[in-house]
């Protein structure tokens, strides 16, 4: 175990076609230590998506380098050391729930990672809708299944993708406090994206805040409030008080961009 998960050293990313160029992030510096989950904000358009996908090995950097547990992104992927939950769920429609959990370890045919599938649906609270077609869940449902698949090889880095971001605010209210329950279990690295101050406070050890493209880093501050969480933490005046910060300091930077 490395202590540090995830490095990116003075990366930038163009997107370039026949018509038009766009610098998507430039000279971003970051770490994420081991067992740290670190929140990203800002504007849409800001990057936030491009570095993730750099970390998870589906898009390669212009420039600068990207670590995985000291590796490059495509060893670690290889060698099964980041999971990714997307936004949409990216169920498949006709493999049920235990069969989409099973996925991962029918892929690496791996005995343990086969054994953690009942383990991981538990975990997630489906227990009872093995049998079920995506179809036949909720989207929050949907959601736990992503988390679940993604979670069964034990992965050292956990990439999500604005998982809750489709979902009303309750049902993610309740994910988010499952979220945090499931994480506390194996404490991988998260690297979590979100277009919501509140939800990246409350899960958070760092919310990590990018400019409006090209993204750069504007801010990086810790969320030092006790584990574990619950939701009335964002009744705390102290909890009020940075997310009205970060709040401030994304409009400033949206405006001065």
């Known amino acids: 175990m490395y202590d540090i998960a995830v490095q990116l050293q003075s990366v930038g990313k163009v997107f370039e076609t026949e018509s038009n160029r766009v610098v998507a992030l430039e000279d971003i510096d970051l770490e994420i230590r081991a067992g740290e989950f670190v929140s990203v904000i800002g504007p849409s358009g800001c990057g936030k998506t491009s570095l993730l996908r750099l970390v998870g090995d589906l898009e390669t950097p212009s420039t600068g380098s990207v670590f995985v547990n000291g590796r490059s992104p495509r060893e670690a992927r290889i060698g099964r050391e980041c999971g990714v939950v997307f936004q949409s769920p990216s169920l498949l429609e006709w493999r049920t729930v235990v069969q989409n959990v099973r996925l991962p370890g029918e892929i690496f045919q791996s005995p343990s990672v086969l054994d ?99 993204g750069r880093i504007v801010e990086d501050i810790s969320v030092d409030f006790p584990r574990p969480r619950k939701v009335d933490l964002r009744g705390d005046s102290g909890f009020v008080q940075m997310e009205n910060y970060l709040r401030e300091k994304l409009e400033s930077v949206s405006l001065h961009s």
């Open 116 to 214: 953690r599938v009942q383990e991981m649906i538990d975990m997630v609270g489906l227990s009872g809708f093995e049998q079920a077609f995506p179809r036949e869940l909720s989207g929050g449902m949907q959601s736990r299944v992503a988390i679940a698949r993604a979670l069964t090889f034990r992965p050292a880095v956990l990439l999500m993708d604005e998982p809750f971001g489709a979902l009303d605010e309750i049902t993610r209210q309740r994910l988010q406090l499952k979220l945090l329950r499931i994480w506390e279990e194996d404490r991988p690295a998260v690297l979590f994206i979100t277009h919501s101050i509140s939800e990246a406070v409350l899960l958070s050890d760092r919310v990590v805040m990018m400019s409006p493209r090209p």
